[in-house]
């Protein structure tokens, strides 16, 4: 037994030398939380996106067969994009009659399946400058046509701290602005549902410090 106890550590004695000559590095830390638990929690918060994803697709299905919306998962969040003309007239920040249904759909998930999340409102615009409208810039229009989206949400019952609303003018363009076509595109509302970060499932549930 002392033996097979002796071979054991100078087998390990090896691996770590054999591990310190290649440059490795090995740390053994004790975290408050483990690995397994935090890529647990992200892998719940994309199903949580997935879920919303494929709830606005069933609900929105005409107006994206209609290429009105879009629904897609991005980098920064789940995002809904709505082309401008379809909430707005040219030149307006109020919204249209027939566009409140549309995004009546949208609140309905917001409050359903992603209640916890937080959303931001961005309002884009072509590279055209403003002529007869009366706003001083694209930044203005921008800015009061996501505002307009958010205060509409608000009146269906999603909850105002967990929204904002930003306007970006023309300088996040997602088509070119040489043609037709490409500045209806870059004319748009996108809707973003925020996954949680690290801090805000940290604040959620606070975890003992070991003294």
């Known amino acids: 037994m002392r033996a097979s106890k002796v071979?054991?550590?100078?087998?390990i004695l090896v691996s770590v030398a054999?591990?310190?000559?290649?440059?490795?590095t090995i740390i053994f830390q004790k975290g408050r939380r483990t690995d397994i638990?935090?890529?647990s929690k992200l892998k719940s918060n994309l199903n949580e996106l997935e879920r919303a994803k494929a709830e606005l697709e069933?609900?929105?299905?005409?107006e994206i067969g209609n290429k009105q919306v879009k629904v897609e998962m991005q980098e920064k969040g789940l995002v809904i994009t709505f082309v401008a003309e379809v909430l707005f007239d040219s030149g307006k920040a109020k919204l249209r009659s027939e566009s409140l249904p549309k995004l009546n759909k949208v609140a309905e998930?917001?409050?359903?399946?992603?209640?916890?999340?937080?959303i931001g409102i961005e309002g884009h615009t072509d590279n055209q400058p403003i002529k007869k409208s009366g706003w001083k810039s694209n930044w203005e229009l921008s800015t009061a046509r996501a505002l307009s989206v958010l205060h509409h949400l608000s009146e269906q019952h999603v909850d105002e701290p967990r929204m904002s609303a930003v306007g970006y003018g023309e300088y996040r363009p997602v088509a070119t602005n040489d043609t037709r076509e490409g500045?209806?595109?870059n004319r748009r509302v996108e809707i973003v549902i925020l996954p949680k970060t690290e801090r805000a499932q940290a604040?959620?549930?606070p975890?003992?410090?070991s003294k």
């Open 109 to 118: 998930v917001l409050n359903t399946t992603v209640a916890d999340l937080s």
């Open 203 to 205: 604040a959620e549930t």
């Open 37 to 39: 638990e935090k890529i």
């Open 58 to 62: 069933k609900r929105l299905q005409d």
């Open 183 to 185: 500045r209806q595109k």
């Open 207 to 209: 975890e003992e410090i």
């Open 7 to 11: 071979r054991f550590v100078s087998l």
């Open 18 to 24: 054999i591990i310190g000559l290649s440059g490795c």
